[in-house]
């Protein structure tokens, strides 16, 4: 059973740092892409990031271009973001998500506040 | 550029069919598309794969109710027999070099 468990959600200040972690099992993790995808109280699904199996290829959405970093550690099976220079608008659910076989599968998510 | 568009709101009765319309952007109606459920308070739940030809993948444990389907730049998702716990936020998502777009999501209201 593939299994997705994201960690590191929290509670910093505007301009802090957060590094979100995601935990796969179930499916050889070093064979598949990932993704990271966030959704914004209210608000719907919005992609964020993505890195190819061997970390070759890895794309950001504009809004975070220069701030956040992906990697992978594939002998670990497990995802990362590092958050860098958060904003308010970061404020949202990340969710680390792949696509295995043709099926997606999705984490439950954690949580990023950026407040003061 | 790649977009979805989705209407942002149906209702439809208790047992009855409702078919949920996610339209691709001009000059990129050959995408495959991937349809996603989302009850409230929960995370997003894969429900199928869908491409242009037809072709498509459930997810595990997805019900025959949930069916889709295509016809130029729309794919359609239709859910038969509508249960209570249908009432959900819907989006269509679809990919190109690596980038995922996302429509804005339908959320279906079962009345």
């Known amino acids: 059973e593939v299994q997705l468990v994201e960690s590191g959600g929290g509670l910093v200040k505007p301009g802090g740092s957060l590094r979100l972690s995601c935990a796969a099992s179930?499916?050889?993790?070093?064979?598949?892409?990932m993704n990271w995808v966030r959704q914004a109280p209210g608000k719907g699904l919005e992609w964020v990031s993505f890195?190819?199996?061997?970390?070759?290829?890895?794309y950001y959405a504009d809004a975070v271009k220069g701030r956040f970093t992906i990697s992978r550690d594939n002998a670990k099976n497990s995802l990362y973001m590092q958050m860098n220079s958060l904003r308010a608008e970061d404020t949202a659910v990340y969710y680390c998500?792949?696509?295995?076989?043709?099926?997606?599968?999705w984490g439950q998510g954690t949580l990023v506040t950026a407040s003061s | 550029q790649l977009v979805l568009t989705q209407s942002p709101s149906t209702s439809a009765s208790l047992g009855a069919s409702v078919k949920l319309t996610c339209t691709l952007s001009?000059?990129?109606?050959?995408?495959?598309i991937a349809w996603h459920q989302q009850q409230p308070e929960k995370g997003p739940r894969f429900l199928m794969m869908?491409?242009?030809?037809?072709?498509?993948n459930k997810g595990d444990g997805i019900p025959d109710r949930f069916s889709g389907s295509s016809s130029g730049a729309e794919r359609y998702l239709t859910i038969s027999s509508l249960q209570s716990e249908d009432e959900a936020d819907y989006y269509c998502?679809?990919?190109?070099?690596?980038?995922?777009?996302f429509g804005g999501g339908t959320k279906l209201t079962v009345l």
């Open positions: 998500a792949a696509t295995v076989a043709g099926h997606d599968y």
């Open positions: 179930g499916f050889t993790f070093s064979s598949y892409s």
């Open positions: 890195i190819s199996s061997s970390s070759s290829y890895i």
């Open positions: 001009s000059g990129h109606s050959s995408y495959a």
């Open positions: 869908f491409n242009s030809d037809g072709s498509h």
């Open positions: 998502q679809t990919w190109d070099t690596g980038i995922w777009v």
